[in-house]
């Protein structure tokens, strides 16, 4: 039996191709959220806490949307002095100049916040508690995970249901003979 094998559509491979990588793409993605997630949890059992003084650093007049407002804070254990940086709170709404004020004036009346440290390394921590930071690494990881397997999902049933995945759309006849659909009359 020979079998016609059928080239596919060139934006169909694309397709395809671009599904594949972005399932590979979303489980490693995920991967690595697991793997932070784990670390933070190990993390969140030997953590301790610093007051640390704050620093609010300043936008330009016009920010660009995806620009962070960048929070730096000091601190020290034992006598000896560390830094973190953090992410400060963004506005969202109408008045994104009135919201900022409004999420910033308790840092900018008291500079000082909760740092979260390793007792044994200082120079890793946070201004989020580790537990915190495991959750949100789980949410991504879960996420991430199903994306890249619905991805790959979708590829395998779109495979199934692809022309030619039957055995190139043969139908087989009641005595055994092979009909191909170029034969067949409509």
């Not at 793409?25 to 806490?49: F, H, M, P």
């Not at 690494?137 to 996420?143: G, P």
């Amino acid at each position: 039996m020979e079998r016609d094998e059928k080239r596919m559509n060139p934006a169909l491979k694309s397709l395809v191709g671009s599904m594949a990588l972005g399932a590979v793409a979303a489980l490693v993605y995920g991967g690595s959220c697991l793997y932070s997630a784990s670390r933070d949890d190990a993390r969140a059992k030997v953590e301790q806490t610093a007051v640390a003084a704050i620093y609010v650093h300043e936008q330009g007049s016009d920010p660009q949307p995806l620009d962070a407002l960048r929070c730096d804070y000091h601190f020290n254990v034992n006598g000896n002095p560390y830094v973190g940086h953090t992410i400060c709170p963004r506005p969202s709404g109408e008045h994104p100049k009135q919201e900022l004020a409004k999420a910033l004036v308790g840092i900018l009346d008291t500079p000082t916040i909760t740092v979260y440290y390793l007792p044994n390394d200082p120079m890793v921590n946070s201004a989020v508690e580790f537990g915190a930071k495991k959750a949100t690494d789980t949410l991504r990881a879960e996420m991430s995970i199903g994306v890249g397997g619905g991805l790959i999902f979708m590829l395998a049933v779109g495979m199934l249901m692809m022309p030619g995945a039957d055995g190139g759309g043969e139908i087989v006849d009641a005595e055994g003979g092979v009909i191909r659909p170029e034969k067949q009359d409509s």
